[in-house]
T-cell receptor, first 112, second 114 residues
Framework: AQSVTQLGSHVSVSEGALVLLRCNYSSSVPPYLFWYVQYPNQGLQLLLKYTSAATLVKGINGFEAEFKKSETSFHLTKPSAHMSDAAEYFCAVSGDTDKLIFGTGTRLQVFP | EAGVTQSPTHLIKTRGQQATLRCSPISGHTSVYWYQQALGLGLQFLLWYDEGEERNRGNFPPRFSGRQFPNYSSELNVNALELEDSALYLC?????????????FGEGSRLTVL
């Protein structure tokens, strides 16, 4: 079975500070991993995905994530937060099941 | 190119009634997924349709059902509504049923059960 755990339901950072959103996964087969973002009153859109190529994945809006098999992690980072990054972020995994499993989400707040 | 569209945007029902939600995938996409997003619970997988067939369903009771039409649009039906069914229902589509690619989401239908 697969699962995703997102540590921290809320994260607050100052504008210009590092953003770090944590995601740990469980999968019995090599996983495909995703980060999605949901802005208020909108659906989800893909930020980036890992599909067994490079372990450091670059996405849109300056975000990137690193796949670490030894730590079963896929944390999302951005060097410098912008006010427009305030949203909810979801980590997701797929692999040996016919579905994409999402975490419970992390709400990012950015303060000026 | 039009994205995934869902209707209605908002729906208010009372306990015991039935709700029908609709989804049109991106043109050319054959797979449609339904997720329930309830407060604090993240996205819970409901149903996956591909080429008109139900391929998988999540851990939801049978009163949650749906179908996919020949034009690949989809309908989610929730019978005998309960208060805890209040949630945002998200539809997503993908080019095929392989779960290695991107899902494209609609903006959701917010169901309120009173």
């Amino acid at each position: 079975a697969q699962s995703v755990t997102q540590l921290g339901s809320h994260v607050s950072v100052s504008e210009g500070a590092l953003v770090l959103l944590r995601c740990n996964y469980s999968s019995s087969v090599p996983p495909y991993l995703f980060w999605y973002v949901q802005y208020p009153n909108q659906g989800l859109q893909l930020l980036l995905k890992y599909t067994s190529a490079a372990t450091l994945v670059k996405g849109i809006n300056g975000f990137e994530a690193e796949f670490k098999k030894s730590e079963t992690s896929f944390h999302l980072t951005k060097p410098s937060a912008h006010m427009s990054d305030a949203a909810e972020y979801f980590c997701a995994v797929s692999g040996d099941t016919d579905k994409l499993i999402f975490g419970t989400g992390t709400r990012l707040q950015v303060f000026p | 190119e039009a994205g995934v569209t869902q209707s209605p945007t908002h729906l208010i029902k009372t306990r015991g009634q039935q709700a029908t939600l609709r989804c049109s995938p991106i043109s050319g996409h054959t797979s449609v997924y339904w997720y329930q997003q309830a407060l604090g619970l993240g996205l819970q997988f409901l149903l996956w349709y591909d080429e008109g067939e139900e391929r998988n369903r999540g851990n939801f009771p049978p009163r949650f059902s749906g179908r996919q039409f020949p034009n690949y649009s989809s309908e989610l039906n929730v019978n005998a509504l309960e208060l805890e069914d209040s949630a945002l229902y998200l539809c997503a589509s993908s080019l095929d049923g392989r779960h290695t690619g991107e899902l494209f989401f609609g903006e959701g239908s917010r169901l309120t059960v009173l």
